[in-house]
């Protein structure tokens, strides 16, 4: 059993205390699930490409001691409730505020998505379950903030999807299964095409490592991070709305799709940068086959959008060998490419990101920096040492124009039933 830190018992016991008060009874199932943090392979993994993420706790730093850890979890307690219907409160801003979903959970045609919004992933994993779910009552909560890259909605599905587990007894023997499960709850009931990254590390996550997802086949590795020592990975929201980010994300996703047809593969997982280089130009540009030519300036968009993908899946690559092999510094300098590629390539950084990452580079001590997530918004992710930690954080208060805040990532356990 890993060690459960005192602030997640602080989490689950104001959670549990609801739960009596709204309910009259005892909670007697409690479980929760993480947040996680990018660490390299963006817009990869609908692209059947690696991805290098990790589960992750607020670590509370003092002189560089590491000294307590704040968790970052989506947190279920509840009961079965002899009835047809579950009635769930959320406590949370993070989770749409406080407020209460009500629905029939057995019988599973009836189950529309509609308001509140956090209700469609609950409803998204009952209809996915495999297993029919007695009705039951819940209270949940959540730590992840919500639209920062840090995948508060798969922590809410794979929270809700381990609670089913828990009620009924029945526990995926495979926990790909569960992530995809989890994956189609977000694509049917919240209408977002994610990739497969975010419920696979929220249910897989393991503490002290980060987790090598090829998106292809789903094969997992787990890369330990303890030799991190004096250097820590450090989350900067930017705290700025990013509006554009759900229409990009799909344009960019239809884009690779196309871009993959034309070229006669799979997937961009199948192409590689000589394809960029002859065929796919030519076969742009100058064929007259049946394919339907676009401006010239159409095709050059695409071609940057192929060259991100193809470079960013040996980037990922490469980084986690680099991890594995205690490099630390060659794994800042592929974030940094990373974080150029997608701003330049791929065009989906904005003024804050790149404002966080550049004011970020320019300490002594910071190995490299990258925005982390779909883009438009949300978080950087920086690898620094642990001494200059304040040094970036003083600065980027003093230097960017928004309102930021700081999570210092410490690698922890994905979803998980707690004893109560
Ligand atoms: P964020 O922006 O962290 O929600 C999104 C996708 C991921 C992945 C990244 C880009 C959702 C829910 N998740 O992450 O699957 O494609 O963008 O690497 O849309
Ligand atoms: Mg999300």
Redesign the pocket.
């Known amino acids: 059993m890993a060690t459960i830190y005192p602030e997640v018992s602080e989490v689950k016991e104001k959670a549990l205390q609801s739960f009596s008060k709204e309910f009259g009874v005892n909670a007697d199932i409690c479980v929760c699930a993480p947040g996680?943090v990018?660490l390299i392979?963006?817009?990869?993994?609908?692209n059947e490409g690696f991805?290098l993420p990790m589960c992750f706790q607020d670590l509370i730093l003092k002189f560089d001691i590491e000294c307590g850890a704040l968790p970052m979890v989506t947190m279920i307690v509840g009961k079965k409730n002899n009835s047809t219907t579950c009635k769930i409160f959320s406590l949370s801003t993070s989770i749409g505020g406080q407020s209460v979903a009500e629905f029939n959970c057995v019988d599973r045609e009836a189950m529309k998505p509609g308001e509140p919004k956090w209700a469609n992933y609950v409803k998204g994993c009952i209809a996915n379950f495999p297993h029919s779910t007695p009705g039951f009552n819940a209270v949940v909560t959540s730590t992840v903030p919500v639209g920062?890259?840090?995948?508060?909605?798969?922590a809410l599905e794979v929270a809700t999807y381990t609670f089913l587990e828990a009620m009924t007894g029945q526990v995926s023997s495979k926990p790909e299964d569960k992530a995809l499960a989890c994956q189609r709850a977000?694509h049917e009931f919240?209408g977002?095409?994610?990739?497969?990254?975010?419920q696979f590390i929220s249910a897989m996550g393991q503490e002290g490592n980060a987790l090598l997802l090829d998106c292809r086949d789903l094969t997992t590795k787990q890369i330990p991070m303890q030799k991190l020592d004096d250097c820590v990975f450090l989350i900067t929201n930017s705290n700025a709305p990013?509006k554009l980010?759900?229409s990009a994300?799909c344009e960019r996703?239809d884009c690779c799709i196309e871009a993959s047809k034309l070229l006669g593969k799979k997937s961009l997982r199948e192409a590689n940068v000589n394809d960029l280089e002859a065929d796919f130009l030519l076969h742009k540009f100058c064929s007259f086959s049946s394919v339907v030519l676009k401006s010239k300036a159409a095709n050059e968009v695409t071609i940057k959008r192929v060259r991100h993908v193809i470079t960013e899946i040996q980037r990922t690559l490469e980084a986690a060998a680099s991890l594995e092999k205690n490099d630390f510094v060659r794994f800042g300098q592929l974030m940094n490419e990373s974080h150029n590629s997608l701003r330049d390539d791929y065009e989906?950084s904005s003024k804050e990101l790149d404002s966080l990452v550049t004011i970020a580079r320019g300490v002594d001590g910071v190995l490299g920096s990258r925005l982390?997530?779909?883009?438009f918004g949300?978080?950087t992710v920086t690898l620094l040492k642990k001494n200059v930690v304040d040094t970036v954080i003083e600065l980027i208060k003093k230097e960017y124009a928004g309102t930021p805040s700081f999570y210092i990532a410490k690698p922890s356990k994905g979803a998980q039933v707690l004893k109560l």
């Open positions: 996680r990018n392979g963006e817009h990869t993994d609908y991805v920062s890259g840090l995948s508060s909605s798969a977000e919240a977002v095409p994610c990739g497969i990254m975010d990013h980010s759900s994300y996703r989906v982390t997530g779909a883009g949300g978080c």
